[in-house]
């Protein structure tokens, strides 16, 4: 279980979350929303480690630990996972490479060559991505759609816990999107979270969080079921700052 509690965050001594609290049990999928700019991108890259991001106060805790005193590397091994917005390309280094060695790194075991072949290949097939992914440079030159689909190549080979997407839904098509959503609903069980980042409804439409929260002025101002997000799309993020403000009156 996630829980982030009075999280106060700057970068580059501006404060971007103040007093910001949230909470995902295992099993649950959450989603953040709100414009662009608001903070969104800057809780996953403090959930993943990013030193570009000052904790001023607060705490966080995954699984009842202490997550902030934990590097990069231990967030992924405790099964920590972020889809970015805007997944780098590393050209020269394949993405078979890659996650046979991140997987020994994780595990702390050997992967064979042979075997792990033959899972990447069925992962594959499983999410309709051509086999060449494998071997080509982890998202070298490849669009931004086909970024996203890699990912959850990664992301099905890793098998992390919290799962944190940050706009996965941006530069994929309506189909990619479904389908896409449907492989993450699909890998979804009982102590697997998601925290969905998104300013549109359609990858809610697949994946049904649990909750909804609206993120404004660095905090969450309102949480709700799906019906918050149909909202959000039938009249824009300042109708429910706007309510919000008058509830407080
Ligand atoms: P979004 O909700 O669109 O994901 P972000 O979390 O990316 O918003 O950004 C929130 C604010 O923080 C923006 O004003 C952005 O310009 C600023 N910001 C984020 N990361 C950095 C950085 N590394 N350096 C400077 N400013 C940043
Ligand atoms: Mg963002």
């Known amino acids: 279980m996630l829980k982030?509690?009075?999280?106060?965050?700057?970068?580059?001594?501006?404060i971007i979350l103040k007093d910001f609290s949230l909470e995902v049990e295992d099993g649950e999928i959450v989603a953040l929303m709100g414009p662009n700019g608001i903070g969104k991108s800057t809780i996953c890259k403090v959930l993943m480690g990013d030193p570009n991001y000052h904790i001023e106060k607060g705490k966080i805790t995954y699984n009842s630990e202490d997550l902030l005193n934990m590097d990069v590397v231990t967030r992924s091994r405790k099964g920590i996972y972020l889809v970015n917005q805007n997944p780098i390309e590393i050209p020269g280094v394949s993405n078979a490479d890659m996650l046979r060695s991140a997987l020994e790194c994780r595990t702390g075991e050997h992967v064979n060559f042979f075997e792990f072949n033959k899972e990447i290949t069925a992962i594959c097939k499983k999410l309709n991505i051509p086999a060449s992914f494998i071997h080509r440079g982890i998202n070298e030159d490849m669009s931004g759609g086909e970024k996203k689909k890699n990912e959850l190549l990664h992301l099905?080979?890793?098998?992390?816990?919290?799962i944190l997407l940050d706009e996965l839904d941006s530069g994929l098509d309506v189909d990619s999107l479904r389908e896409l959503s449907l492989s993450l609903k699909e890998y979804m069980g009982s102590d697997i979270s998601i925290l969905i980042i998104t300013h549109h409804i359609s990858i809610l439409e697949y994946l049904k969080p649990n909750r909804v929260n609206i993120l404004s002025d660095g905090k969450i101002i309102k949480s709700g079921d799906y019906s918050l997000a149909t909202l959000v799309e039938k009249n824009g993020f300042r109708s429910i700052s706007v309510s919000e403000e008058e509830d407080n009156e």
């Open 4 to 14: 982030v509690e009075d999280l106060t965050v700057s970068v580059q001594d501006k």
């Open 156 to 162: 099905y080979v890793l098998k992390p816990k919290l």
